[in-house]
T-cell receptor, first 114, second 110 residues
Framework: DGGITQSPKYLFRKEGQNVTLSCEQN?????MYWYRQDPGQGLRLIYY???????QKGDIAEGYSVSREKKESFPLTVTSAQKNPTAFYLC?????????????FGPGTRLTVL | LAKTTQPISMDSYEGQEVNITCSHN???????ITWYQQFPSQGPRFIIQ???TKVTNEVASLFIPADRKSSTLSLPRVSLSDTAVYYC???????????FGAGTRLFVKA
């Protein structure tokens, strides 16, 4: 089955620790994205990548880092510099990084800082 | 990027038709209108996309008036499982900047 997967589903972190969220897709999509969603809110764009070895900051990139070494993978690291990291994180992919291109979302990772 | 305005929430009953309207007064000539559906603790899912007039698929219809300053997502005969948040997005292929607002929370009652 083609799709996009995220792991883990739930993640707990102590303050001051870095943590990496995994995102993998086998849809052969060039573009991948990371969003953050807080309770009752919409999605906010953290980073996106249009092609391997290239990525751009979204609206709330501070305290986060990404890499795109492979087409299938787009891991997100939440660093200790992110002051309020507790949230629901969603990864998505699309054929191209255009506003008309349908984004396919993963199941999400819920991060809680203890 | 065109800003969108949607109702915060709507209630309906099973079997009714639900219409959710999105305002996008400063939509650009090349902009398309896309709707997504999100269930709790899941990622959004594409529902429908259109540019003008009417688009219909197996899930919903999208009505866009001639001035394109608004659009209406129509869900026929909703069921309890249609309870979700619905997002309206407006944009074009030139560059990328997706904005998911707070969306419209639809509650379907038995």
């Amino acid at each position: 089955d083609g799709g996009i997967t995220q792991s883990p589903k739930y993640l707990f972190r102590k303050e001051g620790q870095n943590v990496t969220l995994s995102c993998e897709q086998n849809l052969n999509h060039d573009a991948m994205y990371w969003y953050r969603q807080d309770p009752g809110q919409g999605l906010r764009l953290i980073y996106y990548s249009q092609i391997v070895n290239d990525f751009q900051k979204g609206d709330i990139a501070e305290g986060y880092s990404v890499s795109r070494e492979k087409k299938e993978s787009f891991p997100l690291t939440v660093t200790s510099a992110q002051k309020n990291p507790t949230a629901f994180y969603l990864c998505a992919s699309s054929t191209q990084a255009g506003n008309t291109d349908t984004q396919y979302f993963g199941p999400g990772t819920r991060l809680t800082v203890l | 990027l065109a800003k969108t305005t949607q109702p915060i929430s709507m209630d309906s009953y099973e079997g009714q038709e639900v219409n959710i309207t999105c305002s996008h007064n400063n939509i650009a000539t090349n902009d398309y209108i896309t709707w997504y559906q999100q269930f709790p603790s899941q990622g959004p899912r594409f529902i429908i996309q259109g540019y003008k007039t009417k688009v219909t698929n197996e899930v919903a219809s999208l009505f866009i008036p001639a001035d394109r300053k608004s659009s209406t997502l129509s869900l026929p005969r909703v069921s309890l499982s249609d309870t979700a948040v619905y997002y309206c997005l407006v944009g074009n292929t030139g560059g990328f900047k997706t904005i998911f607002g707070a969306g419209t929370r639809l509650f379907v009652k038995a």
